[in-house]
């Protein structure tokens, strides 16, 4: 009786934590560390204004968001750049190829407003 007790409780505890890691991938801040890591950055950088950068490089203060958030990126990584005296960047996360069409938005409302920001995407599973 006992061992099916504890077998069960390690399953329950198996079971729950691949649940939670499975509904911490699906936020913005779990996405933006590995992809921060990736590019040799610091994530989750709290600024002298008190806000927190998705993702500080060596050049780059980078704003990461859902594709539909993008008009949000715009405005917060050009605030980070401006308080860091680093380059904009925004890292846009698709979760189909339905959302580049606002890749697409993105880049072209940065092209025709000619702002100093630099975008990169990543397809995530949700």
């Known amino acids: 009786m006992r061992q099916t007790t504890t077998i069960l409780t390690a ?74 005296g680093k380059r904009a960047g925004i890292l846009l996360l698709l979760r189909d190829e339905r959302d580049y069409r606002y890749w697409i938005r993105l880049n072209t409302v940065i092209e025709h407003h000619q702002l100093p920001i630099d975008t990169w995407f990543q397809l995530v599973e949700d």
Do not use: M
């Open 11 to 84: 399953i329950a505890l198996l079971l729950t934590t691949a649940a939670d890691a499975r509904e911490q991938r699906r936020h913005e801040p779990y996405y933006a560390a590995l992809w921060c890591a990736e590019q040799g950055g610091r994530p989750e950088v709290r600024l002298a204004s008190g806000n927190r950068a998705d993702c500080i490089t060596e050049t780059h203060a980078i704003e990461v968001d859902w594709a539909r958030k993008f008009r949000q990126g715009i405005g917060q990584s050009l605030d980070y750049a401006q308080e860091t």
